[in-house]
């Protein structure tokens, strides 16, 4: 099993361009969820799906932020336009609802920089 | 809203015994998670608890009390390779939404 895949892994861009991030969850799991990560405030759930449907946004930090899973196998995370604030470790983590421990296989990540 | 908490940074000494405490307030509580995080590396999960009491994972043990809001997660003859972050996280409700904590950053010495 290839794990989560994410790509790409590092992106530096510069304020005001659009950035898409990209992710491929684990065959057979039906739940995908979109993390960021940073040092002032931790590991933040931003949305997640389920069934390729998103169930809860309110993670997203405002309307700059859009994400979409057109398939059970991929989905991306855009920002429009970017900003230096979202510098960030960007996580993708797909998991299955099958028993009791549920657990969540993390992707490498991608490494966000804004200038 | 929930609150996740856990002691920013621990130091201990290879061989030895830690334990990273965590507590939590939430509604719909449905199990508590820990994983791992190397720097620069995603985080790996490690245990998981949603009924009250020990589960034990060969150096690795999770403890819960619901009545408490409280877990911690016990790591037993430290090695330098354990230096990691422990981040522990909140189940809530009978959905895969997962809330997590700032993460305790464990360094470990000879």
């Known amino acids: 099993d290839a794990g989560v895949i994410q790509s790409p892994r590092h992106e530096v861009t510069e304020m005001g361009q659009e950035v898409t991030l990209r992710c491929k969850p684990i065959s057979g799991h039906d739940y995908l969820f979109w993390y960021r990560q940073t040092m002032m405030r931790g590991l933040e759930l931003l949305i997640y799906f389920n069934n390729n449907v998103p169930i809860d946004d309110s993670g997203m930090p405002e309307d700059r932020f859009s994400a979409k899973m057109p398939n059970a196998s991929f989905s991306t995370l855009k920002i429009q336009p970017s900003e230096p604030r979202d510098s960030a470790v960007y996580f993708c983590?797909?998991?299955?609802?099958?028993?009791?421990?549920?657990?969540?296989?993390f992707g490498p990540g991608t490494r966000l920089t804004v200038l | 809203g929930q609150n996740i908490d856990q002691p920013t940074e621990m130091t201990a000494t290879e061989g030895a015994i830690v334990q990273i405490n965590c507590t939590y307030q939430t509604s719909g509580f449905n199990g508590l998670f820990w994983y791992q995080q190397h720097a620069g590396e995603a985080p790996t999960f490690l245990s998981y608890n949603v009924l009250d009491g020990l589960e034990e994972k060969g150096r690795f043990s999770s403890f819960l009390s619901r009545s408490k809001g409280y877990s911690y997660l016990l790591l037993k003859e430290l090695q330098m390779k354990d230096s990691a972050s422990y981040l522990c996280a909140v189940r809530r409700f009978n959905n895969n939404d997962m809330r997590f904590g700032a993460g305790t950053r464990l360094t470990v010495k000879p």
């Open positions: 983590a797909s998991s299955v609802l099958a028993g009791e421990t549920d657990t969540q296989y």
